[in-house]
T-cell receptor, first 115, second 114 residues
Framework: GENVEQHPSTLSVQEGDSAVIKCTYS??????FPWYKQELGKRPQLIID?????GEKKDQRIAVTLNKTAKHFSLHITETQPEDSAVYFC??????????????FGKGTLLTVNP | GAGVSQSPSNKVTEKGKDVELRCDPI?????LYWYRQSLGQGLEFLIY????????KSGLPSDRFSAERTGGSVSTLTIQRTQQEDSAVYLC????????????FGSGTQLSVL
């Protein structure tokens, strides 16, 4: 089955700096890669996603890049603000050998933005 | 309701007791998921329901765990003979389609097994 590795597990940046979180996946058949943000004590929420036919996607201060050959994808947050502080989860989903497929999550990255 | 609703929000139980956790998905969403979130362990897949198809139970950690979804809507996750290692936040999510995209999560049930 799919295995998703996420790094770093914790990340601390100064307000205004950029933050980058990286994930690798094992199943070359995976074709959908979402990112979820979970603020302290709250539910995870989808913030951005990318499909395997696209190399990059941007939404205001956040962007996601995908390298299918290397099987890794990254989340980039520019001009970080204190409200960006949260746990971020990457995930991968796609058919694998005709069996059922599911969304497999990484272990998460705790991002702290210091004012 | 406006979102995925889970109850109870907190559950404290004694080791060996059975617990039932409830999830009300967003109306019209055909897909429903249960995940377990332990400290530092991310989101662990437990079970997935899609319409009237047989559920994908491949993530259930033991036969003490079971789940059902009645009428394609409300789901209950049952843990029998709870153990301390079952302590975690149990998250339910629903999605409007079968492509595992755009999951909407509930606030979770914090389960503590003493």
């Amino acid at each position: 089955g799919e295995n998703v590795e996420q790094h770093p597990s914790t990340l601390s940046v100064q307000e205004g700096d950029s933050a980058v979180i990286k994930c690798t996946y094992s199943d070359s058949a995976s074709n959908y890669f979402p990112w979820y943000k979970q603020e302290l004590g709250k539910r995870p929420q989808l913030i951005i996603d990318i499909r395997s036919n696209v190399g990059e996607k941007k939404d205001q201060r956040i962007a996601v890049t995908l390298n299918k050959t290397a099987k890794h994808f990254s989340l980039h947050i520019t001009e970080t603000q204190p409200e960006d502080s949260a746990v971020y989860f990457c995930a991968a989903s796609g058919y694998s050998g005709g069996s059922n497929y599911k969304l497999t999550f990484g272990k998460g990255t705790l991002l702290t933005v210091n004012p | 309701g406006a979102g995925v609703s889970q109850s109870p929000s907190n559950k404290v139980t004694e080791k060996g007791k059975d617990v039932e956790l409830r999830c009300d998905p967003i109306s019209g969403h055909t897909a429903l998921y249960w995940y377990r979130q332990s400290l530092g362990q991310g989101l662990e897949f437990l079970i997935y329901f899609q319409g009237n198809s047989a559920p994908d139970k491949s993530g259930l950690p033991s036969d003490r765990f079971s789940a059902e979804r009645t009428g394609g809507s409300v789901s209950t996750l049952t843990i029998q003979r709870t153990q301390q290692e079952d302590s975690a936040v149990y998250l339910c999510a629903s999605s409007p389609d079968s492509n595992h995209e755009k999951l909407f999560f509930g606030s979770g049930t914090q389960l503590s097994v003493l």
